[in-house]
């Protein structure tokens, strides 16, 4: 099975060659690269009962290497398994434009944190109008980078519940194939989203520069009002385990 450490092994120089990384990128490069290999060192382990000795090279214990996050994975999904409802839940994934993909990638911190606030409020404040729901919810927000193809592609997926808590604290069921209509998600979370990023400290280098100027910033952002953002709302399944 190929693993990434071997496609970094393969073509992780030429890729850098032809690529302009950040310092944060090239230590994980590395720390993957090195990852259980003499680089790194090695231990010993020693049974206590029958003395036999295991050597092994040490990890690198980057939170990006799939090697070392393989516990911490299942040990987060057995810890989420925990908060589970005996309830349906919806699958809820908000994206963005592609053409907001170079301002995703030069304002990574600052647009991923927009984007969880966006999603977060837009779930929140349309489950509690009566309109749909009328009740307080949570649910589980992931973050993606990337899309099918690999390619960077930001967006959310929610973990939503199928009810949630009136003002009265009573348990209210969501229709059985039903949530919140998606182009109400959609124009919502695009109207929240926009409104935080206009208000964000950004940097724009490189093709999309030109954004400093702030008469091609506003109309950048009027373009972005005018498309329709897609969010999908996948029918419930029977519980999030």
Not at 73 to 81: S, V
Not at 128 to 140: E, H, P
Not at 145 to 159: K, R, Y
Not at 231 to 241: I, L, M, R
């Amino acid at each position: 099975m190929v693993e990434v450490q071997d496609i970094f092994a393969q073509h992780g120089k030429t890729y850098q060659q032809n690529h302009s990384l950040l310092p944060n990128q090239l230590k994980v490069i590395r720390a993957i690269e090195n990852c259980r290999t003499s680089a790194l060192g090695g231990h010993i382990d020693e049974c206590d009962e029958c003395g036999f000795i295991r050597i092994s090279y040490n990890s690198c214990r980057n939170r990006h290497c799939p090697k070392c996050q393989t516990l911490n994975k299942e040990r987060w999904i057995d810890a989420r398994k925990d908060d589970l409802l005996n309830v349906g839940y919806f699958h809820v994934v908000f994206t963005i434009p592609d053409t907001l993909n170079p301002v995703a990638y030069q304002n990574q911190k600052v647009v991923y944190n927009i984007l969880f606030k966006a999603a977060a409020e837009t779930l929140s404040e349309l489950a509690a109008d009566n309109k749909y729901l009328g009740a307080q919810i949570g649910f589980t927000e992931i973050l993606h980078t990337w899309g099918q193809n690999l390619m960077h592609h930001p967006h959310i997926h929610c973990i939503v519940p199928g009810g949630g808590l009136n003002s009265c604290g009573q348990w209210v069921n969501s229709r059985k194939k039903f949530f919140i209509p998606v182009k109400v998600l959609s124009r919502k979370f695009r109207g929240k989203f926009l409104y935080y990023l206009k208000q964000a400290k950004l940097e724009f280098y490189g093709s999309i520069s030109y954004l400093h100027d702030n008469g091609k910033f506003n109309a950048f952002m009027s373009s972005l009002y005018q498309k329709e953002w897609i969010v999908y709302c996948k029918p419930p399944f029977k519980n999030a385990g």
